[in-house]
């Protein structure tokens, strides 16, 4: 009962959106905040237990938590819990910008959590604020140290790449992993439907940091099964790697293997497809095979790119929508 698509190949990847709502507002996604009405048709705890319980049973392996900020829901540690005891996954790891990380740690490992992805965009505080609009990067920082300390959680910090902003930082940010076994990853920024002007002032291509690393000692690593889409890299005089997630690069959708869900129940086939699914009907009972049959036959009309070296940007108006 694996999920595949016409192009074979198969999903067992989910990242699961719990809230568009996020209380940052950085200037690539959310300048001007979020649309908070969205909150309204959030997914129920006993819709996600559905959802995640068939995609288990059609072969997934691995949940991702992601939003806006999924620590704005008040269930959290519940979602947690549902994820890592449902039959068939085997790991559950969170997307977040980290603000409740120094409090909740701990009550997140207790329900099950086992991985967990910071969004820290800069590791200069002004700098930080500039972007995210928010002044608790000390806060953060503290967060992730004492999860690296405690060694309960497999520890990543995504920086969106900026040209204005933070493409000069990079010698800050490798010393930061030189010592801390944290992987580090840069992600492109990508064009969504509301930041056209930002797009072209800002994007910078990872390939030029790939350069750098292959040229100072990195080494590419190959990627498990389950992975997202970074290139990773080991150094052999650092604790952490170093991760390039470059979505224009050729052949990016080749070897995809991840499907999302949104908060209000919709299938993403794509982060950028032009359509979604919903799947909220299928998730008022307990009938899981019904649920696969339909992403199924859904699945065959996935496209085989998501075309951004068009500029085709789908629906997506910013990446809270569906957590990138």
Known sequence: ??????YSRRFNYLRLSITESCNFRCNYCLPNGPDCSSRKEELTLAEIQRVVTAFAM???????ITGGEPALRKDLTDIIRICKQTPGIEQVAMTTNGYRLERDHDAWVEAGLDAINVSADSLNPGTFQMITGDSRLPSIMRGINQALEKGRLKVKINAVLLRDYNA???PEFLQYIKEKNVSLRFIELMQTG??????KRNHVSGQSVKEHLLANGWEQIERPITAGPAQEFSHPDYQGHMGLIMPYSKDFCDDCNRLRVSSRGQLFMCLFAEQHNNLRD?????NPEALIDHMQQVLQGKAASHYLHEEFTGSTRHLAMIGG
């Open 1 to 6: 009962m694996l999920l595949t698509d016409k």
């Open 58 to 64: 059609a072969g997934t392996k691995k949940v991702r």
């Open 168 to 170: 000069s930082e990079l």
């Open 194 to 199: 509301d930041n056209r002007a930002y797009y």
């Open 282 to 286: 299928y998730l008022q009972e307990d």
